[in-house]
């Protein structure tokens, strides 16, 4: 693992995939949107590859929609998302007791999504988790902000973190990517919505399969300590 002192541990987490599993809101919310156009969301489509990926991405990519009526069809997913997110959202096991874990070894942590920074917030406060994080870095409304990579850089910036003295959590190759970009040391997970191999392939500096492994795997002392 990439030399992180103990007392100055700062850990940015991912949110959709890493922190809850948010599919049955957002292919709900989808469905939504999509029909105030006139489409459907394929049957044979499975949503979990889309998660991570902004809106303004998904619509135009997925479904060919782009300009003003994408901005009204995120809109109508945003409104719809935030009705329904709380019911279609659940905290993945062991996530409070190792955020517990690494709060009481004094890390600072923070979210890195591509959320909308007030979503992302709303829904951190929903499932009882805000209270373990001293920021939320996400996307921002106007889409211009909405790489991964541009996001840690962002967070790195706004809360003042050594990227040396940082790791970055997730699940899909964008969040290793970004981390290994902004100088983070990159650790994914396998319990989200990335396949296996896209993790792999994105060369992770670990891989853990329980969210339980990580206050042991990240609260390691720098050698010689």
């Not at 292919?27 to 889309?50: C, I, N, Q, T």
Request: glycine share 10%; hydrophobic share 40%.
């Amino acid at each position: 693992m990439r030399e992180i002192h103990r007392e100055k541990h700062h850990i940015l987490f991912d949110l959709d995939g890493t922190l809850v599993d948010s599919s049955a809101a957002i292919r709900a919310s989808l469905d939504h949107a999509l029909r105030g156009m006139g489409l459907a969301f394929p049957g044979d489509r499975p949503v979990e590859r889309l998660i991570g990926m902004p809106l303004v991405d998904i619509f135009r990519d997925e479904f060919g929609v782009t300009g003003e009526p994408a901005e009204r069809a995120i809109a109508d997913y945003r409104r719809h998302y935030d009705a329904e997110a709380r019911s279609g959202t659940r905290v993945y096991e062991h996530v409070v007791e190792s955020l517990e874990a690494l709060c009481r070894a004094g890390c600072r942590l923070a979210v890195a999504t591509v959320k909308p920074t007030p979503i992302a917030s709303k829904v951190l406060a929903d499932m009882g988790l805000a209270r373990y994080f001293s920021g939320v870095a996400g996307s921002s409304m106007d889409h211009a902000r909405r790489d991964k990579g541009d996001i840690i850089r962002h967070a790195l910036q706004e809360f003042g973190l050594d990227p040396a003295r940082s790791a970055m959590v997730g699940d899909r190759a964008q969040d290793i990517r970004g981390a290994r970009d902004n100088g983070l040391c990159a650790v994914a997970v396998t319990w989200g919505f990335g396949p296996l191999a896209e993790l792999t392939a994105a060369g992770p500096d670990h891989l853990v399969d329980c969210c339980s492994e990580l206050p042991g795997l990240l609260l390691q002392p720098a050698p010689g300590q």
